[in-house]
């Protein structure tokens, strides 16, 4: 199968290979039946303007059409993105997905008066209907909205603000078209002399050859794209910041940053606690790389020397098929129900689309609504050690949505982004240990000890930095500074050399990475990759030292959706992310692996 991964159509892949959407829409037909019906029923928002406040019972009425029809909205909306992700380049599934976004525009403008009204409802008003028992259901839910009092405009302006949302993902839209369809990222040759067409799907695997010729080639082809379009992409970016900001500022809020972390309660302080965190503890991560380029015997070390296993003779080749075996065996401290059910949807329900093919979207993500199953998108590679572990970490999202979703009424099922990455860490926490427990030979244990080094290098390290860029860049931007093309990879570059210290050398097309990561287009997302993962190893440590308590304590915090604010759901499962401490614990993990790295690798250095 790895051999045709990529080249085949949408076509071509085997039905088993493809994720089961029928169980949302068994035709086109149907959804477009649906999303005709549900154009009718936006009307309907109207009768309830000016009423809100005249009783509990009337905004009761409306928070619960509001919130079936949001219901409806998101099962059009599941299908309709994952059946354009198939294939950016199938027209039909383009169209639809830009119907459904039409209607969520629509929709939020019909229901932009909501919060509004409910803010201009008096205190003392307010607070007798919150004790009334109509609105108890409600209660959590009207308490995050009545934060936003003073950052809610008036009836017209939010609307207006509303109205501008579908104008304003744009250069998302843009960035997505540009790097996933249009962008032509050319040809490699592999170590046999075979031409192979390089690929968001394949890059990784071929940074990870022991071939060095291999590695260079692909690394700076890569970026040769990248740098024929660089004006585009730094456009783009200045242009999402730009929105942002006009957002932030519309809103009240002192910054951006300030605006996305009021969303889900988190105080700033975390923030700049985990960069500080990261800040001080940087030198372990410079004696891996002084670790790595004496144990590949390199001069200089590149960024493309930085992925290559570090045992030579050692070929990764797992099946889908063993992957789902090994992440079942893994998991079962989690218990026998969820492992169960984690198998039974990566098998026989069919959860996962596994394999590249031409136009389908490039990384890998968990989605789904509270209608369906979850879904995980894949590029799976049988050669790269990488897939397995994203796919138990994409199974750790969907079963987090699939117990959040079983356990929690629609309006606190979701669980807020700031905890989404901990269940999917857990899992891959699990998986290492799982790897390690074997009986496996001195170079295996190498091989695996480094994974797990790269994996807190790429999702601690590496996302506090893009954070750091990130806080950066909207700073600069709040301050009048102009977004070019060189004051971004000014920024970005000053924080490589930060981030990767005196043992790597940096090629001068590397700051163009910055422009490649599609998670800067949903603006301080990244830093929760990093708390996450400080959180799921605080609480993978809490379950296997722990007995049935502790096992339930996390299983209640998957089942808990957006019951509460993210700090308070964590901290009921037993872990204070207000403190440093997580983040600090987690870096000491890093600094002893590197050790352990060390001296599991004395012999090759005396080599």
Known sequence: ??????????????????????????????????????????????????????????????????????????????????????????SLYQGNYEKVMMLVNEASKAASFI??????????????????????????HLEQILRYREHTLSEKEEALLAASGEMGRTMRDAFDMLDNADLQLGTVEDENGQT??????????????????????????????????????????????????????????PSYRAKSLFSENIAMEVYDNLIESVHQNLEPL???????????????????????????????????ERAVEEIRTALNPLGEEYVEQVTRGLTVDRWTDRYENKGKRSGAYSSGCYDSNPFILMNYREDNINSVYTLAHEAGHSMHSLYSRKNQPYLYSDYTI????????????????????????????????????????GTLYR???????????????????????ESFKKIYSNLLERYFGPEVVLDDCLPLECFRIPHFYFSFYVYKYA????????LSDRVLSGGEAELNDYLGFLKSGGSKYP?????????????????RTALEKFSTLVDELEHLTSDHLKK
């Open 531 to 538: 708390t996450g993962i400080s959180a799921a190893y605080a």
């Open 418 to 457: 700031f905890v989404a990455e901990v269940a999917s860490t857990f899992n891959e926490a699990l998986l290492t240990r799982h790897f390690l427990g074997q009986d496996i030979d001195p170079d295996m244990r190498i091989y695996l000890v480094c994974r797990e080094i790269d994996n807190f290098r």
């Open 115 to 140: 919060r509004s009204e409910i803010m201009s409802i008096p205190e003392d008003r307010m607070g007798r209907f919150l004790t009334e028992k109509e609105l108890e259901f409600y209660w959590f």
């Open 196 to 253: 192979i067409s390089l690929t968001h799907g394949n890059l990784q695997s071929l940074l990870q050859n022991y071939d060095r010729r291999v590695r260079q080639d692909a690394f700076h082809t890569y970026y040769k794209a990248y740098e024929s379009h660089q004006y585009t992409y730094s456009t783009l970016l200045a242009g999402s910041i730009k929105k942002d900001l006009f957002y932030s500022r519309a809103k009240n809020f």
């Open 463 to 485: 996302q506090t930095m893009f954070a750091e860029f990130e806080h950066q860049v909207y700073k600069a931007a709040e301050g009048s500074e102009p977004l070019t093309l």
């Open 567 to 583: 700090i308070d759901l964590l901290k009921s499962a037993g872990v204070d992310m207000f403190s440093p401490e997580p983040v």
């Open 1 to 90: 199968m790895d051999a045709k991964i990529g080249t085949l159509t949408r076509d071509e892949v085997s039905v088993e290979s493809q994720w089961d959407l029928t169980g949302l829409y068994s035709s086109d037909v149907d959804w477009n039946a649906e999303l005709t019906a549900l154009e009718a029923e936006i009307k309907k928002y109207a009768s309830f303007v000016g009423t809100l406040g005249e009783s509990a019972l009337k905004l009761k009425a409306c928070l619960e059409f509001d919130m079936n029809f949001s219901r409806q909205l998101e099962k059009l909306h599941t299908f309709a993105h994952l059946k354009n992700d198939e294939d950016k380049t199938n």
């Open 286 to 320: 410079y004696k891996y790389f002084d670790l790595r380029k004496r144990l590949l015997k390199l001069d200089e070390l590149h960024i493309y020397d930085c992925g290559v296993p570090l045992v030579e003779g050692i070929k990764w080749h797992m099946s889908f």
